[in-house]
């Protein structure tokens, strides 16, 4: 079930035009509430009953974001994931019946970014994804080997490196916090937009993304893991 609460959170200004939003589900009062609620919210919401649809669908419409049930008729969600994220960086949030458990976890390792557990309010799916889709714009931060600039790219040793939307924003926080070691609260409320503490497996599974892409480019000890559950940048000063 899901609790339909008109209103767009957002902050007035945060998106310049009409975004898109795959919305995978093979229930038809589910896909009637999210449809209402994105469409008042000023999204453009694209249906897809399958996963082979929402395969389809994104190759040509190529949406914003992405909200996609596991338990679907035909292609699995779990099998889903990984297909849209080698097509698009784009924000992927599951919306599932079950808590937080195996399935969650293989698709936060897979690609999801974030996951919300029927039932659940409009008012806090329209939160989490209006902050997934607000593009953090900070100035030039970082050190010699790695940067943030302010067009929202990043640098390692000069190159450019390929992130999700997602783990752009994570290390956008991590940068800024300048040496600071950061917990999982902190991260689930600045970047996933959490209004109270939440699933700690969310944070756990990007860090590991991350820190496998920047091992991955010749980077693994920027990100390290500190005592009690915490992260931290190692950078010098430029």
Same mark, same amino acid.
């Given at each position: 079930?899901?609790? =339909? ?11 310049? @035009? ?15 509430? +999210?449809?209402?609620? =994105? ?6 919401? =694209? ?27 035909? #292609? ?27 399935? &969650? ?16 309010? &409009?008012?806090?799916?329209?939160? @989490? #994804?209006?902050?997934?889709?607000? &593009? ?18 990043? #640098? +390692? ?5 390929? #992130?999700?939307?997602?783990?752009? @924003?994570?290390?956008?926080? +991590? ?33 590991? @993304? =991350? ?28």
């Amino acid at each position: 079930a899901v609790t =339909l609460v008109v209103n767009d959170p957002s902050p007035p200004g945060t998106r310049r @035009r009409t975004q898109t939003i795959l919305v995978v589900d093979d229930d038809p009062d589910i896909q009637l509430v +999210l449809q209402f609620a =994105l469409e008042d919210a000023g999204y453009r919401p =694209l249906p897809a009953p399958t996963g082979e649809a929402g395969l389809l669908i994104a190759h040509e419409a190529e949406p914003d974001a992405a909200l996609v049930d596991l338990r679907l008729p035909g #292609l699995h969600g779990l099998d889903l994931i990984p297909s849209l994220r080698a097509r698009s960086p784009m924000p992927i949030l599951i919306i599932t019946a079950q808590t937080a458990g195996r399935d &969650t976890t293989t698709a936060l390792t897979l690609g999801a970014d974030d996951y919300l557990t029927k039932p659940f309010t &409009t008012r806090d799916l329209l939160h @989490r #994804l209006s902050t997934q889709l607000t &593009t953090p714009t900070p100035a030039d931060a970082g050190d010699g080997r790695l940067r943030l600039t302010p067009t929202g790219q990043v #640098l +390692l040793d000069g190159e450019p490196m390929a #992130l999700t939307c997602t783990e752009r @924003r994570l290390l956008a926080a +991590l940068v800024t916090a300048n040496g600071r070691s950061v917990g999982p609260n902190e991260l689930l409320r600045d970047v996933w937009g959490y209004r109270s503490p939440g699933d700690h497996s969310v944070v756990t599974a990007m860090i590991n @993304r =991350l820190q496998d892409r920047l091992a991955t480019a010749g980077a693994p000890d920027l990100l390290t893991t500190g005592t009690h559950g915490t992260w931290r940048m190692n950078l010098d000063p430029a």
